[in-house]
């Protein structure tokens, strides 16, 4: 078998243009311009190249994009209190950390990243990393969905792939990835995408014994680990589906969680490392940035 390849880059471009003529159609309607920040603290180049590929993203599909930059000697305070600061800024209205913040940082103690994610305002919280928007995303009513799972449920979505009652594996308990997708595969109701609602899934991490027994109980495996290639083609069950979430670099190249070449001779559908998950994250902080204006500054 040959897999078919979901193309993420296609569909992230379809979710761009809509968000651009919903946006559009917003600020016709009388809404400000919706104004993403990021905060990007110190040098770290993979950092910086996420940040610009953010703000180029936004303001293409007609967002403010800005970056606040803060050197590495930031202390934690001031950090707290710059997102203080954006989280009184009427014209901002979606805050963004990058991660990960330097591990030298505050003085060479390092960050507690948690209590700084914890300040961001819960109505500008456009990554859904505030308690209160994973709370309401496990209770079932979502304010805003995390950008990569939802990526992944638009793209199901798109691809016409439903999981309902299917068995699905995710690899990888990540507050980022892991955990926020199987909670929201583990939905009864379509509140976090009907595609994904209904399934039965299995949360694998580390300590999982057996892993490949596990992994070939998938209808749809996700794998979201972080270790390159990690995930070998006999680990995959015939005609499975196969959302690789993992961006490593390998020497020069981009590679994936999961071994392609083996991976796409068994299963029936997969994305591809680049071009697959990654830009689909950057849409949906695209779609939560315009959902953050509209909430902070609804028009009739
Ligand atoms: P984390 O490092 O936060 O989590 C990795 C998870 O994988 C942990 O739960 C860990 O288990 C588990 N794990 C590690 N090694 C193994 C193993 N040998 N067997 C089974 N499980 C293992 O990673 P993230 O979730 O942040 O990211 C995962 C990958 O996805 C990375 O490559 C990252 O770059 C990429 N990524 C891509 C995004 C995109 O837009 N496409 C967005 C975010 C991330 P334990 O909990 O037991 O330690």
Known sequence: MTAELLDGKRVAGEIRKEV????????QSGGPTPCLTAVLVG????????????????????IDGKTLRLPSETSQQQLVDTVQQLNHDPQVHGILV???????????TGFDERAILDAVDPLKDVDAFSPVNVGLLMQGRPRFLPCTPHGIVQLLHRQQISLAGKQVVVVGRSDIVG????????????SC??????ATVTLAHSRTQNLT??????????????????????????GAVVIDVGINRVEDKLVGDVAF??????ASA??????????LTIAMLLHNTLLAAKLQHPVA
Do not use: F
């Open 20 to 27: 651009a003529a919903e946006v559009h159609k917003y600020v």
């Open 43 to 62: 040098e770290d180049p993979a950092s910086q190249v996420y940040v610009r590929n953010k703000s180029r993203a936004c303001e293409r599909a007609g």
């Open 98 to 108: 990058q991660l990960p913040l330097p591990t030298g940082g505050n003085g060479g």
């Open 179 to 190: 955990k926020p997708m199987a909670m929201m595969l583990a939905q009864r109701d379509g």
């Open 193 to 198: 995408g009907r595609e994904v609602a209904n």
């Open 213 to 238: 027994e596990v992994c070939r109980t998938a209808d749809c495996l996700i794998a979201a680990v972080g270790v390159p290639e990690m995930i070998r083609g006999e680990m995959i069950r015939e």
């Open 261 to 266: 070449d083996e991976a796409k001779e068994v």
């Open 270 to 279: 997969i994305t591809p490392v680049p071009g697959g998950v990654g830009p």
